[in-house]
């Protein structure tokens, strides 16, 4: 569970830092049909800042985890 954890922060939160990818064109085609004016570069850049954030929590959860894991398993 937690390795397709591991693909979902980088994968999900940052995918929408590519101006083609799938989920930007999705947001902005969304946005647009209910009149909000946005653009794929502002979609992407605001998703960088996101995507940053979720790389820090990630690390620090897997540290976390990885810390636990050692004291279940007796530091080996």
């Given amino acids: 569970g937690l ?14 830092c590519f101006l ?17 004016n946005v653009d794929v570069l502002g979609v992407a850049m605001w998703s960088i800042p996101i995507a940053i954030v979720s790389v820090i929590i990630g690390i620090i959860y897997f540290l976390v985890y990885d810390r636990k894991l050692e004291k279940a398993l007796g530091g080996k």
């Fill in 3 to 16: 390795c397709a954890g591991v693909e979902n922060f980088g994968n999900f939160f940052g995918q929408n």
């Fill in 20 to 36: 083609g990818a799938s989920g930007t064109l999705l947001i902005v085609s969304t946005l647009t049909e209910q009149s909000i």
